[in-house]
């Protein structure tokens, strides 16, 4: 039965909600008087639309199946992925933005998660999460691989600053934080570099673990006892049962989408607290304690240093090698360019970058985009000059600096106000 024609979620839900959308989009970048916070304003109407629409699962249905009825009324068993590729690959379709498995009805789903499940442990296991495989390990990864990588070369991290559920979160801090009136801290230049080279580590860290605990899947030795599948889901792994994808049991994105869904109703947070293990969720199913410790932390620090997390997040880095690194970044449609004969070397965007991306400044001119930049365009706004910075895909402009001090005398002082 199709997605979009239950009871529940008829034909016409889609349409409209994309109605509702670009009207409201249009609406918010009309009225926005600031013209250093059009695309911003203009960007939290598509961040929270993007969260209705692929993190939270309330419009696609069907809603309340007797499968995971004890969830709640989230579509959790209609698989978007075997719609288009079938028991090949029947899990959600992999996209680059930070959502959990749990929680999201497997519409969009993680390719982190599924890059560790596919090595164990389904590396050769026909049986998922209640769903059947007809490939192996090697072909899924191949799968989730190359529609991230079509992602990235498509829109690049722009899918982390306009899309991810865990970056409309930090922007959220963010806004807090400028309530306050508490002005944001910054890394060292060298600090930051090193974050962002931490990304490759992480993400390299954990896929090693994983390959340790499918070793016996993949080579025929079992490195880590009890990492041998079995049962009839193939997660019956003894000591590993609770780890098969060993970032998600770090991952802060993880308790956030679970305790927003049970906030709003679209998950059982009875159910939830249920399946919990041991004091403070030491091992819990959906919510652990060392999720929570995770979340916590990176929240903090996301208060503090604006976009924390995606200074370090692993597949921002995917998404970044995939866009930005050679010979990806000859083919990448979405780009960050600068011209440099309307540049006055001001700093503001600089300045004005959440990640502290550099390129934009640094470089001559030409393309500016880096795997730091989130193509959120905040310095093509903030900047003073016009037609200095721009975000362009396929070579065509999509939005262009203004010089939005016309009248007044272009200096970063003036602007500096605005970057806070």
């Keep these: 039965m199709s997605a979009v024609q239950t009871e529940n979620s008829p034909l016409i839900v889609i349409p409209i909600y994309i109605l509702i959308v670009i009207i409201s989009s249009i609406l ?46 989230a579509p959790r068993d209609h698989l978007i992925g075997a719609d288009f590729l079938g028991n090949q690959f029947p899990d959600g379709i992999s996209f680059p933005i930070l959502a959990c498995y749990y929680p999201n009805g497997r519409t969009v789903t993680c390719p982190i998660w599924q890059l560790q499940a596919y090595i164990f442990p389904f590396w050769d296991h026909a049986r998922g999460y209640n769903v059947i495989y007809s490939t192996s390990g090697l072909e899924k990864i191949g799968i989730v691989v190359g529609l991230v990588a079509a992602a990235a070369i498509i829109l690049g991290r722009s899918v982390c600053g306009w899309l991810c559920p865990f970056g409309l979160y930090q922007d959220v801090l963010t806004r807090i934080r400028k309530l306050t009136r508490r002005r944001h801290l910054s890394f060292s230049n060298k600090t930051n570099v090193k974050l962002g080279q931490a990304r490759y580590i992480i993400i390299a860290v954990f896929l090693l673990l994983s390959v340790i605990f499918g ?15 079995g049962g009839p889901q193939g997660t019956e792994a003894g000591i590993i049962g609770k780890i098969n994808e060993p970032f998600c049991l770090v991952c802060p994105a993880r308790p956030l989408c679970v305790l927003a869904e049970c906030a709003v109703g679209a998950m059982s947070y009875s159910y939830v607290s249920q399946i919990a293990y041991g004091p403070f969720w030491i091992e819990g199913g959906y919510i652990s304690s060392i999720n929570i410790t995770v979340l916590i932390i990176v929240s903090i620090l996301a208060f503090a240093y604006r976009r924390f997390w995606c200074r370090i997040c692993p597949l921002g880095a995917i998404t970044g090698f995939f866009s930005t690194f050679k010979p990806f970044n000859r083919i990448a449609l979405t780009k960050l360019e600068k011209d440099q004969q309307k540049c006055t070397k001001c700093g503001v965007c600089k300045r004005a970058c959440p990640t502290q991306a550099t390129a934009m400044y640094d470089k001559k001119g030409g393309d500016v985009t880096e795997s730091r930049c989130m193509l959120c365009a905040r310095c093509v706004e903030i900047c003073p000059y016009e037609g200095a910075l721009k975000m362009t895909f396929a070579g065509k402009t999509l939005v262009e600096s203004k010089n939005w001090l016309e009248g007044q005398k272009a200096n970063p002082t003036t602007a500096n106000n605005t970057t806070q």
């Design 215 to 229: 070793s016996y899947a993949i080579f025929g030795t079992e490195l880590v006892p009890g990492t041998i599948p």
């Design 28 to 73: 918010i970048f009309k009225l926005t008087k600031d013209k250093t916070k059009k695309i911003s304003s203009l960007r939290l109407v598509i961040q929270i639309a993007a969260v209705v629409a692929v993190f939270m699962g309330l419009i696609l249905g069907p809603f309340n199946v007797p499968l995971f009825q004890p969830l709640g009324p």
